[in-house]
């Protein structure tokens, strides 16, 4: 049984109530405690259907005859669920039990009129029809097979099928006892007919096409053609088909008789189902209690098996969550054999964490990807989600995978982790990224909880450490929500250290001498200022010759060497010669700024001479001023090509707009020419005619 709106409601929307919140726990620690009780209500469960959808059926008046026994099924487990929680009697279970209300009157109405014989059997003649129609399709595209034309069944056979009981109402009852009377009329009919004509194929049958007729062998077709009622009305090669007044009345009065059952069926189905919407709203209630024991089933298996512990609500504003783990992630290490590296967690004021209650965690982190990398490669962005994780199930009334967790009740959990874009709505990722991050500044109070990866990343390195910063300053002296906010701007870190209220935590790698590592998975206090970028790049496998020039300008970009060119670069050894060395950047840069300091000289020559003309107001031409004048004729030269150019490509569009204007007109005169041939042309009649 599964009902999303209750989910949606509930597990969807953790609660604040303590009280309630205890409650829900209370329920799952009965279930873990008695295993017997839990078996029993998780079978009793998965007997039943959801009777939300069942209820909103019928209210819409699109529930048949296979939901009413669906819901009487799932009444009956009810009943059974409520008599075991009774013989339990444990506290925590009688606010369910008071609110389980069974409607045995309308469970005994459905269970005394459906036929779940007939439904069965209704069912399985339906795949046959289905079946049939397929050999039917084949038939008329001439692609029967021979075994089907062996087994073709006549199409005057009919079978009945009832869905309701014949003991249901009395006017059904006296209905099939008519029924009843007139088979075994039409076959004393058959039977008499057989004596007195002496054609042992006689059969009476019933066709859509033929109606009720009387069907023999071409052998037996000579003695009903001298019967006096007997009138043909079919041939074949092999069989004839004769209608008999006799015959014909009879079959007529089980027709009739048949109408009036699927009537009174009908009729009584509506009752059923107006008796199933009077009872809407104690269906609904006990539908959600079976919800609510779904739900708390399953928290109790989850828990056993994954020994998961009860979380402790407060009023507090603080988390210590001890020995904390990611649900997801450690499954995904369980199926490979590994263990998850468990974490605590205290944030938000309490004396574990000396008063932090805004966290900055620095070190790398890798996603999960196809590759045989630990998921949890430095366990940074794990970290922030399994705490934030952790909460919702402690609100939601589930126990949660930790060895002890203490929190204070959270109003909201924000977000802001991962990359993804929008260029529908022409948002990139960085866009995203500052949209979410407005979001949670402006809602976020000082009951939040809020979890931010990796912000400002999707600019340069200093606006995002500026945003970074921006973001951090906000939420610790507007926000003052319980944060953690990971990112690999260590600078960041270093300029929150005055902050009374807010701390620095990592994760690290352990080296070895011979250059392997691996990730400790351990979350501390302090600073990471060094990435594992290059030692992850090598193990996902990047050229050798990639990662040596990447650990090269690395150590350029920290002072420690200078990088040398690659050979192979075709764009920079453009600028080397054959017989000298590749330069390094440094003499690129050089050279650069000798060429800058030429033309500031230049500038600063012009600018002097300039002045002294001015101040001796000599005319005629100088060096200096034809220098000037030829820039100026240059410039004149390039804003005449311009406009050439311009000139050039307006009329050239202007030329592309007439070719199109002319096509335009020649298809609009051909469609004319056309529409006028068709209009000329005569009409022709078709007529059809059709065998009966």
């Known amino acids: 049984m599964y009902d999303p709106d209750y989910y949606d409601s509930n597990v969807g929307c953790p609660i604040t109530s303590i009280r309630d919140i205890n409650k829900r726990l209370d329920l799952v620690e ?25 209820v909103q059926r019928f209210s819409l008046g699109r529930g048949d005859s296979d939901d009413l026994l669906s819901l009487a099924r799932t009444i009956r487990e009810a009943e059974k669920i409520l008599a075991r929680l009774r013989e339990q009697g444990h506290p925590s279970l009688d606010h369910l039990i008071a609110r389980i209300v069974i409607p045995e009157k309308l469970c005994e109405k459905i269970e005394a009129a459906i036929d779940e014989e007939g439904l069965a059997k209704k069912q399985m003649l339906e795949d046959l ?15 029967e097979t021979d075994e089907e034309k062996k087994t073709r069944k006549p199409e005057d056979l009919r079978e009945d099928v009832w ?18 009377q007139l088979q075994l009329d039409k076959e004393a009919l058959q039977t008499r007919l057989v004596d007195e004509l002496g054609a042992k194929s006689l059969v009476l049958r019933w066709g859509p096409a033929l109606g009720h007729y009387v069907h023999v062998n071409s052998r037996d077709s000579k003695l009903l053609a001298d019967a006096q009622h007997a009138k043909p009305i079919s041939a074949s090669k092999s069989t004839r088909s004769y209608q008999m007044p006799d015959w014909t009345y009879l079959g007529t009065r089980i027709d009739q008789t048949k109408l009036q059952i699927r009537i009174e069926e009908s009729r009584y189905f509506s009752r059923i189902r107006l008796l199933v919407i009077h009872n809407l709203l104690l269906l609904r209630r006990n539908a959600r209690v079976l919800d609510e024991l779904d739900v708390a089933t399953a928290f109790a298996t989850l828990a056993k098996e994954q020994k998961w512990t009860r979380p402790v609500l407060n009023v507090g504003t603080a988390h210590r969550i001890v020995g904390g783990r990611h649900p997801i992630v450690e499954s995904g290490l369980m199926e490979r054999g590994q263990m998850f590296v468990r974490n605590d967690c205290y944030v938000g004021g309490g004396t574990d964490d000396g008063g932090k209650r805004l966290w900055v965690i620095t070190g790398y982190f890798i996603s999960i990807s196809k590759t ?86 999707g600019t340069t390195p200093l606006d995002g450490i500026a945003i970074a910063f921006a973001c951090l300053h906000h939420l610790y002296y507007k926000n003052k929500s319980r944060t953690l906010f990971a990112t690999h701007f260590h600078e ?16 690290d790698v352990s080296e070895g001498e011979d250059g392997t590592f ?33 650990q090269q300008t690395l150590d350029y970009l920290e002072g420690n060497a200078q990088p040398m060119i ?14 000298t060395q590749p330069p390094v950047i440094d003499d690129f840069v050089e050279a650069h700024r000798v060429e800058e300091e030429k033309i500031e000289d230049l500038h600063e020559v012009i600018d ?17 001023l034809y220098l000037r004048v030829l820039s100026d004729t240059e410039m004149r030269k390039m804003d005449k090509v311009q406009a050439q150019q311009e000139k050039n490509a307006e009329r050239e569009r202007k030329k592309v707009e007439r070719e199109a204007l002319k096509a335009e007109k020649e298809r609009e005169k051909a469609e004319k020419k056309l529409r006028d041939m068709v209009a000329k042309m005569p009409s022709v009649e078709v007529s059809q005619s059709a065998e009966g």
């Open 30 to 54: 009965t279930f873990i405690k008695d295993s017997h009780l839990l078996a029993d209500v998780i079978h009793h469960l998965r007997q039943t259907h959801d009777s939300q959808r069942l």
């Open 163 to 180: 869905i309701m009981k014949k003991s249901a109402s009395p006017t059904l009852r006296r209905l099939h006892d008519t029924l009843h």
């Open 518 to 550: 691996h990730f400790l998975h351990v979350v501390k206090e302090g600073i990471n200022v060094k990435s594992q970028a290059l030692k992850v790049a090598n193990l996902a496998g990047l050229p050798p010759e990639t990662l040596r020039i990447a």
């Open 492 to 507: 960041v870190a270093h300029m929150i250290s005055a902050w009374p209220k807010a701390g620095n935590l990592c994760t």
């Open 608 to 624: 002097i001479e300039d002045e002294e003309e001015e101040e001796s107001g000599a005319l005629g031409p100088t060096p200096n």
């Open 372 to 457: 045989n990398l630990s998921p949890n490669m430095g366990g940074k962005s794990t970290f922030l989600r399994q705490n934030a994780v952790i909460s919702i199930l402690a609100q939601v009334g589930s126990y949660v995978p930790a060895e002890h967790a203490e929190i204070g009740i959270i109003d909201q959990v924000f977000s802001r982790v991962g990359s993804a874009d929008n260029l529908y709505q022409s948002q990139s990722t960085f866009m995203l990224e500052m949209l979410e991050t407005a979001t949670i500044l402006r809602q976020a109070t000082h009951r939040s909880f809020v979890i931010m990866d990796e912000v400002g990343r």
């Open 129 to 143: 029809e289905t079946a049939e129609l397929g050999k039917v399709v084949r038939r008329v595209e001439g692609r």
């Open 566 to 579: 690659h050979p192979g670069d075709e764009f920079l050894n453009s600028f080397v010669k054959e017989d």
